[in-house]
Every structure is written in structure tokens, then in C-alpha cells.
């Protein structure tokens, strides 16, 4: 089992900065590929960047791209997401998850096997 708690969310302005942390516990990062997920109001749940287990690799959804950067400290155990230049359609909870996957991170969400409770950003004009 492995416990994730999302933290770094609030209200900001658009063209602002905000940056997520994702903070694991009940085993090691290490063996899990991490994902960070959104969903706004009245809309589906989306995803918005992974990181594999060892960096190699990430991905990220075509509307964060060049803006936001997802890295991950094994020894701490955390997994962390910096947003640049938000935009009120960056407005959404914004959800950890962690995959039990030794591949390339994953973009479905059906993959991940363990989620955080969200943390709120909203961006305002």
C-alpha cells in the first residue's frame, strides 16, 4: 500500500507560478512509475504529466507542455510538478498517483494504482 498526500495548491493569477509536492509513504517511490492528474469542474479527470521510475523518462499532456515540469526525489520519497505561467484552464483539482510499472509513464489513468486526495489550484484572470 502506498499512501500519497498532494500539498502546494491555492489561488494565484494567471501568469503566476505555483509548484505541487507529493509526498509517499508505506513504500518506496522507487518502485512506482508517478503521475499528476487534474480535473476541473463538471469535466472528466485528465492527464497532465508522468515521470518514470528513475527520471529517465516523462510525459506530459500537450496543454501543460513548456510550461510545467515534473520531477521526483526518490530518497524523499516525494514526486513534484511546477507550474509556469498558469491559466484559468489550469483551474482544477490536481491529483497524485502512483504506478506499479517498470515501463514508460503511463498516461491512462485506469493504469495507476494508488491516488492522493487532490489539492486545489485555481487560477483567476
Known amino acids: 500500500q502506498v499512501q500519497l498526500v498532494e500539498s502546494g495548491g491555492g489561488l494565484v493569477q494567471a501568469g503566476g507560478s505555483l509548484s505541487l509536492s507529493c509526498a509517499a509513504s508505506?513504500?518506496?517511490?522507487?518502485?512506482?512509475?508517478m503521475g499528476w492528474f487534474r480535473q476541473a469542474p463538471g469535466k472528466e479527470r485528465e492527464f497532465v504529466a508522468a515521470?518514470?521510475?528513475?527520471?529517465?523518462?516523462?510525459s506530459y499532456a500537450d496543454s501543460v507542455k513548456g510550461r510545467f515540469t515534473i520531477s521526483r526525489d526518490n530518497a524523499k520519497n516525494t514526486v513534484s510538478l511546477q507550474m509556469l505561467n498558469l491559466k484559468p484552464e489550469d483551474t482544477a483539482v490536481y491529483f497524485c498517483?502512483?504506478?506499479?510499472?517498470?515501463?514508460?509513464?503511463?498516461?491512462?489513468?485506469?493504469?495507476?494504482?494508488?491516488w492522493g486526495q487532490g489539492t486545489q489550484v485555481t487560477v483567476s484572470s
Open positions: 515521470i518514470g521510475r528513475d527520471s529517465s523518462a516523462t
Open positions: 508505506g513504500r518506496a517511490l522507487i518502485f512506482y512509475a
Open positions: 498517483a502512483a504506478d506499479f510499472y517498470r515501463g514508460p509513464p503511463r498516461t491512462v489513468q485506469d493504469e495507476y494504482d494508488y
